[in-house]
């Protein structure tokens, strides 16, 4: 069974970073784009961030310049380097990953457990 684990949400002040990591595990055969996405109190789970398999990246324009994705393919694992955070990114923070679980399988969405990010003073 496939999971994703993320880690490293927290509480930071406006202008401060953050890293976050979710590693994938269990039955992988092929691991295709992951990315990030966020969930705000009362509003859509909207796209963050995502990374192909063979590094081509997209940026929601809210996030263009203060947040990068990476990704370690060896390690099954997709980060978000958060800079220069604001109010407005506070939000849990859910990684996803296109997967397919085994040799001739169809490929299937994953999803995180989430990760609370809050921005404040």
């Known amino acids: 069974q496939v999971q994703l684990v993320e880690s490293g949400g927290g509480l930071v002040q406006p202008g401060g970073s953050l890293r976050l990591s979710c590693a994938a595990s269990?039955?992988?055969?092929?691991?295709?784009?992951m990315g990030w996405y966020r969930q705000a109190p009362g509003k859509q789970r909207e796209l963050v961030a995502t990374i192909t398999s063979g590094g081509r990246i997209h940026y929601a324009d809210s996030v263009k310049g203060r947040f990068t994705i990476s990704r370690d393919n060896a390690k099954s694992t997709v980060y978000l380097q958060m800079n220069s955070l604001k109010p407005e990114d506070t939000a849990v923070y859910y990684c996803n990953a296109d997967i397919v679980p085994r040799i001739w399988g169809a490929a299937n969405d994953y999803w995180g457990q989430g990760t609370q990010v809050t921005v404040s003073s």
């Open positions: 269990g039955s992988m055969f092929m691991l295709n784009t």
